[in-house]
């Protein structure tokens, strides 16, 4: 095999490990660690490490100590959290999600680094075009890390599942369940049908144990990168000074564009942190079961990974216009029929076409929002891309933050009226953009996500 690729599948299946294991606990945490809302707090708090991370940490780090043991030493930071569910507190969890966010970006932009470098340098030895090779090594990535969500949630399912405590939800526990949660009782039917403490030790010992394997094998398969390689590329990273790199990232909300994209790029948070907050806790376990949350999450991550492919592809044929507004109206129609259902058990299909749906219309936030940073503001992709992780970050801050603070319906308002708002910039944008530049073709070439589709995924 091809050393280079080599190392690409390296990092590919090291990171679905990793991501096996944490994309299993997110999903879980609001269901799992409830109690004074400890579970979304730990969230929050990580998304709001990874924002203090993207802005001080990746150049210092990958320039010290080169992308391999970048990436060992981040993915180490992701292992402190499943420990720290072993003994849920506010104590251990908040400490090692803080850990964990510190670790976040470092290890994405290691990441990136390296595939870069790595379809540089071999595209420079067999004579070929060095952007098609770092297109083809992404797109490999993607294909295996893509899967990690339904191998995570497929574990934490068939685990909890062997519960032997089934119990019955009342019809009057079920009026807890949904937009108008009680925001005092709805903890009352899942406690009682909480799994024992043995399956939980269980499945984070699964967790844990993946994690640690996805650092074994970058430590002892992945190939340092030799210094006369990446030379260039380390000139690159080192080019920037700290301070002028942060600056940059605030300096480029001079650009009108960028600032009108703002609440689409936190909509992103918003929306991811509504399904993996309060649609798998005040629906799915309110009314199923804490079990039931993992095969969900695997309908919105399957759905969600088919649907970037493809919106990747036919973007160039429909226009991005065409699949923002094929998500709004996806999103919005979900949102109000959330607010409308009453969660039933006998509802059974109703609980996995929400997801689907949802993954349908976050493959188009994803890979459409990123395509449109890439395209809009070429000259200052770093600079964009950095402000990209910091408002959506944001978003995701603020929805888990307040998770425990509103009912769902309070939740899903502010999540229609952002997204409303979202369209009214996003429109002001395309408007600006064709009066400046009318009849011009490459926009729509150029549409397809590329390797950014799906990076800011934490």
């Known amino acids: 095999m091809e050393r280079n690729l080599k190392n690409v599948l390296v990092i590919s ?45 990746p150049p210092v780090l990958i320039k010290k100590l080169g992308c391999k043991w970048t990436i060992a030493i981040s993915m180490c930071c992701y292992i402190t959290f499943s420990l720290g569910n072993f003994y849920a507190s506010w104590y251990t969890l908040i400490p090692t999600s803080v850990i964990l966010g510190l670790g976040g970006a470092p290890l994405w932009s290691a990441k990136c680094t390296y595939l870069t470098i790595a379809g540089t340098a071999y595209a420079e030895k067999a004579g070929k075009n060095a952007k098609d090779i770092i297109n ?13 969500g339904i191998w995570g949630n497929l574990i934490s399912s068939l685990i909890l599942s062997q519960s032997s405590t089934k119990v019955e939800v009342s019809e009057e526990d079920l009026e807890c369940c949904g937009a108008y949660n009680c925001l005092t009782d709805t903890t009352n039917t899942t406690e009682s049908a909480k799994p ?28 340092q990168i030799k210094s006369d390689q990446a030379e260039t590329d380390k000139e690159k990273l080192e080019a920037p000074s700290f301070w002028s790199t942060f600056l940059a990232t605030f300096r480029h909300l001079k650009d009108k564009r960028q600032c009108l994209l703002i609440p689409l790029t936190m909509y992103s948070g918003f ?55 094929l998500a709004t109206v ?28 949802w993954g349908l219309s976050d493959a188009v936030w994803q890979t459409q929002t990123n395509g449109l ?3 809009l503001f070429e000259k200052h992709k770093e600079a964009a891309f950095a402000n990209y992780r910091l ?40 408007y600006v953009e064709a009066k400046s530049s009318p009849g011009t073709p490459t926009a729509t070439k150029k549409e397809n996500g590329g390797p950014h589709s799906q990076e800011t995924r934490m």
């Open 271 to 325: 929306e991811q942190g509504f399904l993996s907050g309060d649609y798998t806790k005040v629906y799915v376990t309110c009314a199923l079961g804490i079990q039931y949350v993992g095969y969900v999450m695997i309908c919105f991550a399957a759905v969600n990974s088919l649907c970037s492919l493809l919106f990747g592809k036919i973007s160039q044929f429909t226009g991005r216009k065409l699949l923002f507004a």
């Open 196 to 223: 024992s403490n043995s399956l939980i030790y269980t499945l984070l010992g699964v967790y844990t144990a993946s994690g640690v394997l996805a650092v074994l094998l970058v430590i002892i398969f992945l190939d």
């Open 391 to 430: 408002w959506e970050s944001l978003g995701f801050v603020i929805a888990f933050g307040y998770s425990t603070k509103l009912q769902a319906y309070i939740k899903l308002y502010i999540l229609l009226s952002v997204l409303v708002l979202s369209m009214v910039t996003y429109g002001v944008v395309e």
């Open 136 to 148: 083809q090594y992404f797109g490999v990535f993607f294909l295996v890390f893509q899967s990690s």
């Open 330 to 357: 996806t999103n919005t129609a979900c949102i109000i029929a959330l607010l409308l259902w009453k969660p039933h058990p006998k509802q059974l299909a109703v609980f996995f076409v929400f997801p689907a749906l």
């Open 373 to 375: 940073y890439g395209i």
């Open 13 to 57: 299946f090291g990171f679905l490990l990793l991501f096996t294991a944490y994309g299993g606990l997110q999903s879980l945490q609001s269901s799992l660690n409830s109690e004074e809302g400890l579970g979304v707090a730990s969230l929050s708090v990580i998304y709001a490490a990874l924002i203090l991370s993207s802005m001080f940490l």
